[in-house]
């Protein structure tokens, strides 16, 4: 008896298109969620951000050292760098030396 009934509740929901459709809908989405794509495709999402990111992060950083690069040419920044960091004196600089006391 439980049997007949069951096929007669399922051929009513069968001949109904839009309740089969909203069902059909609601397994693919649970089959989504328990299968882990879903998390993946998150993860996937939030990876390509990153690095994305890192890559805009390494063009400007190659942007930066090219300037550098740049300046390091110029004799004038090594006559510069020189006198400023390893104390040296230009061909015609006046030079004082204080003697310690």
Known sequence: ????????????????????AFICMIIFGVSIV???????????????????????????????????LKQAKDPAFIERQARD???LAGEHDLVFVFPEQ
Not at 1 to 20: E, I, K, T
Not at 44 to 58: A, G, K, V, Y
């Open 85 to 87: 960091k390893l104390d």
């Open 1 to 20: 008896m439980s049997y007949s009934r069951f096929a007669v509740g399922l051929r009513r929901l069968l001949n109904h298109p839009g309740r089969v």
């Open 34 to 68: 328990l299968n882990g794509n879903l998390w993946r495709l998150w993860g996937l999402h939030r990876d390509f951000d990153r690095i994305t990111m890192e890559i805009d992060n390494s063009k400007k950083a190659t942007l930066d050292l090219e300037v550098q």
